[in-house]
């Protein structure tokens, strides 16, 4: 099994920065991609941003420019620098992991963090 664990939600007023850092335990040599998700209240969960293994990367229009997902093999981590963040970036975050190599990763769920962007 893998263990998936967010840090680094909070409270930032907009135009602020936050980082969100995921970390990964367990069957770790599973993993050949990672990814966020977010929740807002009220809405469907989307896809934020996906790294495979590689490094290649790829991230959703309305996060692209001001988000960055990256991936600390050594430490295994992911993290989504997050710039330039607006009201309605809010949401709970969620860091996922597979065994495929797609940027749409499903296997394994954090339990989220809380990112709370005030106007």
């Known amino acids: 099994q893998v263990q998936l664990v967010e840090s680094g939600g909070g409270l930032v007023q907009a135009g602020g920065s936050l980082r969100l850092s995921c970390a990964s335990s367990?069957?770790?040599?599973?993993?050949?991609?990672m990814g966020w998700y977010r929740q807002a209240p009220g809405k469907q969960r989307e896809w934020v941003a996906g790294i495979i293994s590689g490094g290649t990367t790829k991230h959703a229009d309305s996060v692209k420019g001001r988000f960055t997902i990256s991936r600390d093999n050594a430490n295994n981590t992911a993290y989504l620098q997050m710039n330039s963040l607006k009201p309605e970036d809010t949401a709970v975050y969620y860091c996922a992991a597979d065994r495929s190599r797609i940027y749409y990763p499903s296997d394994y769920w954090g339990q989220g963090t809380q990112v709370t962007v005030s106007s």
């Open positions: 367990g069957s770790i040599f599973r993993i050949n991609a």
